[in-house]
């Protein structure tokens, strides 16, 4: 994957729905690469839940190079 060079840390904001399912996804804090913003949004939204309300989350991520 191209974007396995990159190196960033940011902040994102998961809402659920009422049946666990991932209603949306939204950047609040970029990680400087679209690339690494785009597949950070692309799996939180596969994401799941235990059913029940409508919630949300906020999940720090860090890409490092190892």
Known sequence: Y?????R???RFRVTF???GTVKNVE???STKSATLD???VEALRRWKATAGQ???VTVPVTFERK
């Open 2 to 6: 191209s974007y396995f060079h990159e």
């Open 8 to 10: 960033g840390s940011g």
């Open 17 to 19: 729905s009422p049946n």
């Open 27 to 29: 950047v609040i804090e």
């Open 38 to 40: 785009n597949v950070t």
């Open 54 to 56: 409508e919630w949300n």
